[in-house]
């Protein structure tokens, strides 16, 4: 069986191939750094440091890290097409982001998301999913896995899963190739569709996200639930978030799951349903299909009572919330030292500031958007 990218260059941790058991399954690479304080092989053992717990006494138990803040579309509500991206020197390294992350899973974080920008068009990604694993092998993770464009998934969906990955998400607005191109201005359609395809027969769990766009998707939001409910793909819609200047006003695309909810129970039985992967999204059954339906409302229904989410940018930047301003540098402390006591102290005085929630608003009578920066610089 031909070696992988990540393991014929052995980039994080610089841990040897192995070779695949008669079974075919890859093992996950055990490298040689420590495990983190609160990780033993057994299982998890009581942390050394404390949870981080914000002033409203929520536990931060996810990290999202945005590996990039590239990507290879430019989708119409995310980003300007004339993007001007950082310089790679002021990004940090993928050890670096890997010891970000060890230090959050010291601290209570039981999953961690990747994102971007298009977190899988980071040179040598696969060497940090890699890395990472260890905490799923150890048990100080629960969850590994990234949100995608889906693109590059055709590469990268089975080395994923031998990483521990099991479970995706893949953007995807339309299923009409003229409006993809149209929405992210350089997809390919057929690409995300194969990539998709790919990461179901590595056994991952795809959910498909869908951002609702008025007079863009709003008629194919249907079409698209029975189209992935028919794969054994569960659906979430997202409401357009006030982030960062673009050339169409916001309030032009902006569709309230309100009524996008109200036309689907119109054809359909919704049954509230109680899963939850973690983040924002509140689930229906549809009855007809068996599938879920996730609605992310940060417009219409604030869902920041119970956040649990923090998001750490490419350049070490700490976002306590999306929608605030408010953030603190983790490199200049990781930097500083080898010693993680320094980076401990800045996580703990950026988690006492963590605010109880957002302010985003859309209206025609505010000119700009609530917050400055495009997603793909916070991460999705």
């Not at 040897?16 to 053992?45: C, E, F, H, R, Y």
């Not at 006494?57 to 300007?80: A, P």
């Amino acid at each position: 069986m031909p070696m992988s990218p990540a393991q014929r260059n052995g980039r994080v941790g610089d841990a040897p191939p192995q070779t695949p058991p008669p079974n075919g399954q890859m093992p996950i690479v055990l490298l040689d750094s420590p495990l983190p304080d609160n990780a033993t092989k057994s299982g998890i053992a009581p942390l050394a440091r404390p949870v981080l717990t914000d002033p409203f006494g929520r536990d931060i138990s996810y990290l999202r890290i945005s590996v990039t803040d590239r990507c290879d579309f430019r989708c119409v509500y995310c980003m300007s097409e004339d993007m001007t991206f950082l310089p790679k020197r002021d990004l940090l390294t993928l050890e670096e982001i890997d010891r970000l992350a060890t230090a959050f899973i010291a601290r209570g974080t039981r999953k961690l998301r990747l994102t971007g920008g298009e977190p899988l068009v980071r040179r040598d990604v696969m060497s940090l999913f890699r890395s990472l694993s260890r905490h799923l092998t150890s048990g100080a993770l629960e969850e590994l896995t990234l949100t995608t464009n889906g693109s590059l998934l055709d590469r990268y969906a089975q080395e994923l899963a031998d990483y521990g990955v099991r479970r995706i998400n893949v953007s995807l607005d339309t299923l009409d190739p003229d409006k993809f191109r149209q929405i992210t201005r350089w997809g390919d359609l057929d690409k995300v569709l194969g990539g998709i395809e790919a990461a179901r027969q590595a056994g991952m769990r795809v959910k498909i996200n869908a951002v609702a766009l008025k007079g863009v998707n709003e008629d194919e939001i249907e079409s698209l639930m029975n189209w992935a409910h028919g794969l054994g793909m569960d659906l979430t819609l997202i409401e357009v978030m006030p982030l960062g200047e673009i050339e169409p006003g916001r309030i032009d695309q902006f569709l309230p799951l309100s009524v996008v909810r109200a036309r689907l129970m119109d054809r359909y039985n919704l049954v509230e349903d109680p899963y939850r992967t973690g983040g924002p999204a509140r689930y229906v059954r549809v009855q007809e299909t068996g599938g879920l339906i996730g609605f992310i409302t940060p417009m219409t229904h604030n869902f920041c009572e119970s956040c649990n989410r923090v998001r750490l940018t490419c350049t070490g930047t700490l976002y306590m919330c999306l929608g605030q301003e408010d953030a603190a540098d983790l490199r200049a402390p990781l930097r500083a030292s080898a010693d993680d006591a320094l980076l401990h102290r800045a996580m703990e005085e950026a988690i006492a500031r963590k605010p109880k929630g957002h302010d985003f608003v859309i209206d025609r009578r505010r000119a700009k958007p609530a917050v400055g920066r495009h997603m793909s610089v916070t991460g999705g």
